[in-house]
C-alpha cells in the first residue's frame, strides 16, 4: 500500500490558510503567538534556574530535566515563530534551505523530547527499583553519555536525510518545490515503518512500562504511609519501597503526571500519523494541524508541570524576584 494518496489530506493546510479573514488572522496569531512565547519564556526561567543555583545539579535527575527544558526552549525559540507565519499566511517566504532545516529541526526537536521523557522515566525507575544501589548504576558521567548520544543521533538522524534530499518521496519533493508553502515531512513509504517502530511503537513500550511499575511500587508505598498500623520494619519490606520519604512519593507523581501529559498530547498526532502513512486513512487538514499543535503546546505546559520538584519551584521563585545570587534552597 502506499501513501502518496494521503497527500491531498493532511497537507492541504494552504488552502485553508488562504480563507483566513484579517480578523481571523489576529486571533489566531495572538493565541498561538502567546504558546510561542509562554513556551520560551518558561522553559528560559527553568533552564536558567538549573544552570545557575549548583545546588539544583546535585540532583543528578535535575540534568534530564534540564535536557527536556532546552528542548522545549529551543521549540519555542526556533521552530514555533516561523510555523505560525506559515499556518496564518499558507505561504512560504524564507526559502526551501530553511524550509529543509525547519523540517529537519521539528524532526529532531520532537524525538529529543520524546527520548527525553523515556530518559526521565528510566532515571526514576531505578531510583524506585533500586535505592539502595542507584547511586552506583546512575552517574554523571553516564548520565550525560546518554543525553549526548540523544542529541547526536537525532540531529544526523533528522538533518542529513532531509537535507541531502534523500529522505523524501520524490513526489512529495516536487510538491514542495512547486507549493508556496513549507509542506510536511512524508517520508520514502519504506522507511515509514521502521520510522514509527523507533519513534513512536518502542518508546511507548517503554514509557507504559516504566510509569505502571513505578505507580505500583508508589500506591503500595504511600498506602502503608498513609495507614495509621504503618510501622516501617525492613524485614517485612522489599527494597522497592526502603527510604522513601513524602517528597519522594510527591516527586514520583510529578514524573507520572509529566509523562501522562506527555502520552495525552502526543497520542492523537501518532494516531492519525500511523492511520494515514500505513493505512492510508484520509485525514482532514484541520485535524492534522490541530494535534500537530498539541504537541507543540507540550513544550509549554512542561514548566507547569516542574512545579511538582519543590526545590526547583524554589529556584524559580528565586529568580523571578532576580535573587539570583547563590543561596540554597531546601532539598
Known amino acids: 500500500m502506499s501513501n502518496n494518496t494521503s497527500y491531498p489530506t493532511i497537507l492541504d493546510t494552504a488552502s485553508t490558510a488562504a480563507h483566513f479573514t484579517l480578523q481571523e488572522k489576529i486571533i489566531i496569531g495572538t493565541v498561538l503567538g502567546s504558546i510561542a512565547l509562554a513556551t520560551v519564556a518558561g522553559n528560559l526561567l527553568v533552564t536558567a534556574a538549573l544552570l545557575i543555583f549548583k545546588n539544583l545539579r546535585k540532583n543528578l535527575s535535575n540534568y534530564l530535566i534540564l535536557n527536556l527544558a532546552a528542548a522545549d526552549f529551543f521549540v519555542g525559540i526556533l521552530l514555533l515563530p516561523p510555523v505560525i507565519v506559515n499556518e496564518l ?49 546512575v552517574t554523571r558521567t553516564r548520565m550525560a553519555v546518554a543525553v549526548c548520544i540523544c542529541w547526536v543521533y537525532e540531529a ?59 505507580w505500583l511500587i508508589v500506591r503500595e508505598h504511600s498506602r502503608r504511609m498513609d495507614s495509621d498500623n504503618y510501622n516501617y520494619n525492613p524485614e517485612e519490606h522489599t527494597h522497592h519501597v526502603q527510604g522513601f520519604s513524602k517528597a519522594d512519593i510527591k516527586a514520583f507523581k510529578g514524573t507520572l503526571l509529566l509523562v501522562v501529559t506527555f502520552l495525552v498530547m502526543w497520542l492523537p498526532f501518532w494516531t492519525i500519523l500511523v492511520a494515514d502513512r500505513l493505512f492510508g486513512v484520509a485525514i482532514p487538514a484541520v485535524l492534522y494541524t490541530t494535534f500537530n499543535w498539541m504537541t507543540y503546546c507540550n513544550s509549554c505546559v512542561n514548566p507547569l508541570l516542574y512545579s511538582f520538584n519543590r526545590t526547583l519551584r524554589g529556584a524559580c521563585k528565586k529568580l523571578l524576584r532576580c535573587e539570583c545570587s547563590y543561596h540554597p534552597v531546601d532539598t
Open 156 to 214: 544526523i538522524k533528522s538533518f542529513y536525510p532531509i537535507m541531502a534530499g534523500i529522505a523524501e518521496d520524490p513526489d512529495m519533493q516536487n510538491r514542495t518545490d512547486q507549493s508556496e508553502e513549507c509542506l510536511p515531512v512524508i517520508v520514502k513509504y519504506e522507511l515509514v515503518l521502521t520510522s514509527i517502530v523507533l519513534t513512536f511503537l518502542i518508546p511507548l513500550i517503554m514509557l507504559i512500562f516504566f510509569n505502571c511499575r513505578i
Open 89 to 137: 499566511e499558507g505561504k512560504w517566504y524564507f526559502g526551501s534551505t530553511f524550509c529543509k532545516i525547519l523540517k529537519s529541526l521539528d524532526i529532531c526537536l520532537t524525538e529529543v523530547s520524546v527520548w527525553g521523557m523515556v530518559l526521565i522515566s528510566l532515571d526514576k525507575y531505578i531510583y524506585i527499583t533500586f535505592p539502595l544501589t542507584y547511586r552506583e548504576k
